[in-house]
């Protein structure tokens, strides 16, 4: 259960950095992600600066086809030729609505569920049709204050707890990765997240720092556990 409380920080610290809504850093798109032990993800985009590969130093290729309001994407690794697709569908806004996977336990499905602003406050996951994992997240004033984790009964397994700065910018959003469709970010640069379990004991804790270039575009981040510098990444854009 631990396990699952952790992956949701790890995903929260790199994918929902918040974003500054509709301001001038939102036309910058990352090149490059390369975190401290020199692995690196590379991103291209089509014309309309919609994501459409993601290359990792391990040669794994993401690619991305859009056709109407649908989105496929395969990956494919090195290790394991045979692509692994995910077909996306998306609201009249542009948002997932749901999304189709093939993986080990059988198909997997996801339902998502936005709120006025696009962000998302509800997202379902099915293993072979059944319910595995709900995710619920409320959100105020355009940020992410809390997402609880749910087991297949319903029952609450923990919730990640956010903070945020008011007065740094962010340039790795969804938007600037060009993956806008996964939901719009909050409003604000994550300050810090704390994982609690159900029980109400403090499994985790993580504060950020960033530095930035001339133009306000974060080029790296660090991450702290207790103090201590645990992960960063470095960032680049085109």
């Known amino acids: 259960?631990?396990?699952?409380?952790?992956?949701?920080?790890?995903?929260?610290?790199?994918?929902?950095?918040?974003?500054?809504?509709?301001?001038?850093?939102?036309?910058?798109?990352?090149?490059?992600?390369?975190?401290?032990?020199?692995?690196t993800t590379t991103f291209a985009y089509n014309k309309d600066n919609k994501i459409s590969l993601i290359t990792t130093s391990d040669s794994t290729k993401v690619t991305f086809t859009y056709n109407g309001?649908?989105?496929?994407?395969?990956?494919?690794?090195?290790?394991?030729?045979?692509?692994?697709?995910q077909t996306f569908h998306l609201t009249p806004a542009g948002y997932m609505d749901s999304s189709i996977m093939a993986g080990p336990m059988g198909q997997v499905v996801t339902l998502n569920k936005q709120d006025a602003e696009g962000h998302n406050t509800l997202t379902q996951e099915y293993y072979a049709g059944q319910l595995k994992r709900t995710t619920t997240a409320i959100f105020k004033d355009g940020n992410e204050v809390s997402r609880t984790i749910s087991d297949e009964s319903g029952k609450p397994v923990g919730t990640v707890y956010f903070e945020y700065f008011t007065d740094k910018p962010n340039s790795f959003s969804n938007e600037n990765r060009g993956m806008k469709?996964?939901?719009?970010?909050?409003?604000?640069l994550m300050k810090k997240i704390v994982q609690v379990l159900a029980k109400g004991d403090t499994v985790g804790t993580a504060t950020f720092s960033y530095r930035f270039d001339d133009k306000g575009r974060i080029i790296s981040q660090a991450t702290y556990e207790k103090a201590v510098q645990a992960d960063s990444i470095n960032l680049s854009y085109y």
């Open 1 to 39: 259960m631990k396990n699952l409380i952790f992956a949701t920080l790890v995903i929260s610290a790199t994918l929902l950095a918040g974003c500054n809504k509709g301001g001038a850093l939102s036309q910058y798109r990352v090149k490059t992600i390369t975190t401290n032990k020199g692995q």
């Open 69 to 85: 309001n649908t989105i496929t994407q395969s990956v494919i690794n090195p290790m394991n030729p045979v692509p692994r697709t």
């Open 181 to 188: 469709y996964m939901g719009q970010d909050p409003k604000n």
